[in-house]
């Protein structure tokens, strides 16, 4: 995907207000009760000038609208990995739209 990487910095800087430079890239496939619930490339990027944080994970993924979305989750307790990262922004999906029903 063109412009991949600076899409991904603009979200760091949107959601956190940090600047960023890009690390590595993890493959993830996360299973829930035996059935893929999330695959794909998570990017790992080092972080200037936040508080509590020095390292934030970012991807992208399609939304019900059909859209490209970008997110961007913090190494903070209780993330320390990608799938951790990636578990954590499915879990506050979940609670998201529990709380839209």
């Not at 430079?21 to 000038?49: P, Q, Y």
């Not at 989750?73 to 739209?97: F, G, I």
Request: with cysteine.
């Amino acid at each position: 995907m063109k412009n991949y990487i600076p899409k991904l910095q603009k979200a760091i800087r949107d959601l956190h207000g940090c600047e960023s430079v890009h690390v590595s890239t993890t493959r993830i496939s996360e299973f829930f009760r035996g059935k893929l619930v999330w695959g794909g490339e998570v990017e790992t990027f080092t972080i200037a000038n936040h508080p509590q944080a020095s390292t934030c994970y970012a991807w992208a993924y399609p939304g019900d609208d059909g859209k490209q979305h970008y997110t961007a989750v913090l190494r903070m307790p209780p993330v320390d990995s990608p799938r951790s990262a990636v578990k954590a922004a499915l879990v506050a999906q979940v609670k998201n739209e529990t709380k839209e029903t």
